[in-house]
Nanobody, 117 residues
Framework: QVQLVESGGGLVQPGGSLRLSCASS????????MGWYRQGPGKQRELVAT???????VYADSVKGRVTISRDNAKNTVYLQMNSLKPEDTAVYFC???????????WGQGTQVTVSS
């Protein structure tokens, strides 16, 4: 069983930055591909970025160039650095973990990001 706890959300003005963190516990972090997803008001959950066990990254077109996903296997943590934030980035951001072999999937409880002046 994997537990994922997100932190770092909050209220930020347009153009500002936030760094989200997702701390993992309960299993070997390095064998999980990690990802960030978001769900805006009245919208479906969507991919923001993923990072594989080897460090390969994938980004949604809507955040490319503004967002960086990274992982620290020693700290069992995945990060999402978000810059040049826009009001349309307002959403609950969820951390996701997928076992690289068994494909077992886990979700965090989410952290709210609000971009508003």
């Amino acid at each position: 069983q994997v537990q994922l706890v997100e932190s770092g959300g909050g209220l930020v003005q347009p153009g500002g930055s936030l760094r989200l963190s997702c701390a993992s516990s309960g299993s070997i972090f390095s064998i999980y591909a990690m990802g960030w997803y978001r769900q805006g008001p009245g919208k479906q959950r969507e991919l923001v970025a993923t990072i594989s066990t080897s460090g390969s990254t994938v980004y949604a077109d809507s955040v490319k160039g503004r967002v960086t996903i990274s992982r620290d296997n020693a700290k069992n943590t995945v990060y999402l650095q978000m810059n040049s934030l826009k009001p349309e980035d307002t959403a609950v951001y969820f951390c996701n973990a997928i076992h690289k072999i068994h494909r077992t999937e886990y979700w965090g409880q989410g952290t709210q990001v609000t971009v508003s002046s």
